[in-house]
């Protein structure tokens, strides 16, 4: 088991950033591909971004990308969500996602490849 835990999350005023951040009780995460997702109301669960096992290679889906960073620390114990120039419609809850996605990927956005998901985090964008 992989008891993955984000924190980070709460309001904050369009334009603004906020920093998310996912980890498992202190397991490296150096093998495991990672994946944030959010969820809005009444929408599907969506994929909006991506960093791979080991090789720590970055993707985003094009409604966060230039403004999101995904990112391992140096312990590889810890994953980040840099969210910057928030907007009203980023408002959702957040969950942080793990599966053994092989290291050649640079994409992976369906539910059934990640094994492992936080609980998440509700993010909040005020206009």
């Known amino acids: 088991q992989l008891p993955l835990v984000e924190s980070g999350g709460g309001v904050v005023q369009s334009g603004g950033s906020v920093r998310l951040s996912c980890a498992a009780n202190g397991v490296s995460l150096d093998y495991w591909a990672i994946a944030w997702f959010r969820q809005a109301p009444g929408k599907e669960r969506e994929g909006i971004s991506y960093?791979?096992?080991?090789?720590?290679?970055?993707a985003y889906a094009d409604s966060v990308k230039g403004r999101f960073t995904i990112s391992r620390d140096n312990t590889r114990r810890t994953v980040y969500l840099q969210m910057n120039n928030l907007k009203p419609e980023d408002t959702a809850v957040y969950y942080c996602?793990?599966?053994?996605?092989?290291?050649?990927?640079?994409?992976?956005?369906?539910?059934?490849?990640?094994?492992?998901w936080g609980q998440g985090t509700q993010v909040t964008v005020s206009s």
């Open positions: 996602a793990a599966g053994r996605v092989h290291r050649s990927r640079t994409w992976a956005d369906s539910l059934d490849e990640y094994d492992y």
């Open positions: 960093i791979s096992g080991a090789d720590n290679i970055a």
